[in-house]
């Protein structure tokens, strides 16, 4: 006993200051794993005492879901975008008289065409006595029929109706 005595006679205030270091050491890793607690305690607030395993696995399963809903939603607005394309949606319309006697160009050429230049041009031609309606097919901005003038304006309309809203 004489020895160990002897050891912290002489070294004691050493351990006295290593003891006292070990302490404050302490008392701020117990402040920090209190910090961290409460930050632990915030992520898991309403969580119902899962495990993190648990809460993965529920987002894991969430994110497969909306992946699923997702897709199908890309495939509806995918067929859209198909269905849209083949609508007529740009269209050229010339009024003008057909005959020399008659006023307030009362015919007119109508194309409508789709995104790709498919589509109709309708003609009305107005006369006193009787009128005329011709529709005749259009494939990339052609006919395979003969066209009029003001069809192939109106059909030129249309066309740079589509090159307008293509540009935008």
């Known amino acids: 006993m004489g020895y160990l005595q002897n050891l912290f006679e ?3 205030a050493i351990v006295t200051l290593i003891n006292l270091g070990m302490i404050f050491l302490s008392l701020i890793l117990f402040v920090i794993n209190g910090v961290r607690i409460r930050r632990l305690a915030k ?3 309403g969580c119902d005492n899962k ?5 993965l696995v529920q987002l894991i399963q969430e994110a497969n879901i909306n992946r699923a809903e997702i897709e ?8 859209d975008q198909i269905k849209t394309n083949r609508a007529l949606q740009q269209w050229g319309l010339v009024r003008f008289s057909a005959f020399e006697n008659i006023g307030g160009d009362q015919s007119f050429a109508l194309a409508m065409l789709d995104n790709k230049g498919n589509g109709v041009v309708m003609s009305s031609i107005f006369g006193r006595e009787e009128s005329r ?10 006919s395979n029929y003969t066209l009029s003038k003001e069809e192939k304006e109106a059909i030129e ?4 109706q589509y090159e307008d809203h293509k540009n935008k």
């Open 10 to 12: 002489r070294y004691g």
């Open 43 to 45: 992520l898991f607030c």
């Open 133 to 142: 309606i011709y529709c005749k097919a259009i494939e990339d901005g052609k």
């Open 157 to 160: 309309k249309a066309l740079i």
């Open 72 to 79: 199908k939603i890309a495939a509806i607005a995918n067929e």
């Open 51 to 55: 495990s993190m395993e648990d809460i």
